[in-house]
């Protein structure tokens, strides 16, 4: 095995072999990216090298069975699973950073219109058509050093909201409102002292009843932006639940908006996979399972619904160990079956050389439990 200075790897490159901090502990499978988070992890570890049989190299070898000749094909299903993965990432930073901008606008008491944030929402659409999976698959549950926490959750929010929206079958102009309204339904926060939202110690009462209000002032301030009211409505209404225990106005079942009920579930199952100042993130599929309990029936069974089987019960991204021994990681979901996702097996190829993907079932090779982070970084 050949020993790696951690210094001289390609950030997001891949190893064309399983690369090892030590004999046993794997750090990445072949169609994992070397990440820039994984060296500076490393390095922080005081690590110096890694072993591997592999190479460290720009693309995925063994990753080419999105390529198809037929007719109709859009052209990012016939790049290789790395530039998919690549490209998604590239989605994702952009629009994120897009939404730093919006939100720093509101600092800033300047002005933006909803044409233009419904422009971008339109390519974001149109980029969760295409990369729905690898969106997924890239979208992290820890925030970086330096980044806006409330960017990040309005981004990853936005995303599930129209993986959701599209599920329900929502036209093109109401899935964009859509996106508009989860990009937007936390922009009140913005209003408040960062305290009262980033604080690892209990609120006091006060500080409580700022947070309590946020939702209308993100009403006030769209409102006063001529933002639609139905996008309007959708900021207000956000932390309403089914039974009448949410707020600002504890409404119930049928007076709660559509888009609200889409933004509740999709920030809820965010906001319990993704880490805060005051907790650590859950694993997608414990996050799913909180939600499946709906405990107090809080949100809409139907969107519930919408979620899970847009993300399986595993959720796509997710690192798993098999009933086979084997690991992987979740890259599509079964339309028939949430409990049984589509399954890519790490380190093995096709008779061909595409990706190895399984359809787990109850029958043959299923999931036994999430992989946990020492498991595989």
């Given at each position: 095995?050949k020993t790696f200075n951690?210094k001289?790897i390609?950030?997001?490159?891949?190893?064309?072999?399983?690369?090892?901090?030590?004999?046993?502990?794997?750090?990445t499978?072949?169609e994992?990216t070397?990440?820039q988070?994984?060296l500076?992890t490393l390095?922080e570890?005081d690590?110096k090298?890694?072993?591997s049989d592999g190479?460290?190299q720009?693309?995925?070898?063994?990753?080419?069975?999105?390529?198809?000749e037929?007719?109709?094909i859009?052209?990012t299903?016939?790049?290789s699973d790395g530039?998919q993965?690549?490209?998604a990432?590239?989605i994702?930073?952009?629009?994120?950073?897009?939404a730093e901008?919006?939100?720093?606008?509101?600092?800033?008491?300047?002005?933006?219109?909803f044409?233009q944030?419904a422009e971008?929402?339109k390519?974001?659409c149109?980029?969760?058509?295409?990369?729905r999976?690898y969106?997924?698959r890239v979208?992290?549950?820890?925030l970086?050093?330096g980044?806006n926490?409330?960017?990040?959750h309005?981004v990853?929010s936005?995303i599930i909201a129209?993986?959701?929206?599209g599920?329900?079958?929502?036209?093109t102009h109401?899935?964009?409102e859509?996106g508009v309204?989860a990009?937007l339904?936390e922009i009140?926060?913005?209003?408040l002292?960062p305290?009262?939202?980033l604080?690892?110690?209990?609120?006091?009462?006060?500080e409580?009843?700022?947070i309590?209000?946020?939702?209308i002032?993100?009403?006030?301030?769209?409102?006063?932006?001529?933002f639609p009211l139905?996008?309007?409505?959708a900021?207000l209404e956000h932390?309403e639940?089914?039974?009448?225990?949410?707020?600002?106005?504890k409404?119930t079942g049928?007076?709660?908006?559509?888009?609200?009920?889409i933004i509740a579930v999709?920030?809820s199952y965010?906001a319990?996979?993704?880490?805060r100042p005051?907790?650590?993130?859950?694993d997608?599929y414990?996050g799913m399972l909180?939600?499946?309990?709906?405990e107090?029936k809080?949100?809409?069974d139907?969107?519930?619904k919408a979620?899970v089987?847009?993300?399986?019960?595993?959720?796509?991204g997710?690192y798993?160990?098999l009933?086979?021994g084997k690991?992987?990681?979740v890259?599509?979901?079964n339309?028939?079956?949430?409990?049984?996702p589509?399954?890519?097996?790490?380190?093995e190829?096709?008779?061909d050389?595409?990706n190895k993907v399984?359809?787990?079932?109850?029958?043959?090779?299923?999931?036994?439990r999430?992989?946990?982070?020492e498991?595989?970084?």
């Amino acid at each position: 095995m050949k020993t790696f200075n951690i210094k001289d790897i390609p950030a997001g490159s891949f190893f064309s072999q399983p690369v090892y901090a030590d004999e046993r502990f794997i750090l990445t499978a072949p169609e994992v990216t070397f990440s820039q988070e994984l060296l500076r992890t490393l390095q922080e570890w005081d690590f110096k090298e890694v072993q591997s049989d592999g190479e460290p190299q720009e693309e995925y070898s063994g990753a080419d069975d999105a390529v198809q000749e037929a007719e109709g094909i859009p052209e990012t299903a016939l790049l290789s699973d790395g530039e998919q993965i690549r490209g998604a990432e590239k989605i994702y930073r952009e629009f994120l950073k897009y939404a730093e901008t919006l939100f720093n606008q509101v600092a800033t008491q300047k002005e933006f219109h909803f044409n233009q944030v419904a422009e971008r929402v339109k390519e974001l659409c149109d980029a969760v058509k295409e990369n729905r999976r690898y969106l997924l698959r890239v979208m992290k549950g820890d925030l970086a050093e330096g980044q806006n926490y409330m960017a990040s959750h309005a981004v990853k929010s936005a995303i599930i909201a129209i993986i959701i929206g599209g599920f329900v079958k929502l036209p093109t102009h109401r899935l964009i409102e859509l996106g508009v309204a989860a990009l937007l339904h936390e922009i009140g926060m913005i209003k408040l002292p960062p305290q009262t939202y980033l604080s690892k110690r209990p609120l006091s009462p006060q500080e409580r009843k700022l947070i309590l209000g946020h939702p209308i002032l993100s009403f006030s301030l769209l409102k006063n932006l001529d933002f639609p009211l139905v996008v309007s409505l959708a900021a207000l209404e956000h932390h309403e639940r089914e039974n009448g225990t949410g707020y600002p106005q504890k409404l119930t079942g049928e007076k709660i908006s559509l888009y609200a009920k889409i933004i509740a579930v999709a920030c809820s199952y965010e906001a319990l996979t993704s880490s805060r100042p005051h907790k650590d993130a859950k694993d997608g599929y414990s996050g799913m399972l909180d939600l499946l309990k709906n405990e107090g029936k809080q949100y809409d069974d139907t969107v519930v619904k919408a979620l899970v089987f847009s993300l399986s019960i595993y959720p796509i991204g997710l690192y798993v160990l098999l009933s086979s021994g084997k690991k992987g990681q979740v890259v599509d979901v079964n339309p028939e079956n949430p409990k049984y996702p589509m399954v890519q097996i790490f380190g093995e190829l096709t008779p061909d050389g595409k990706n190895k993907v399984i359809e787990t079932s109850q029958e043959g090779v299923y999931i036994i439990r999430p992989l946990q982070k020492e498991e595989i970084v």
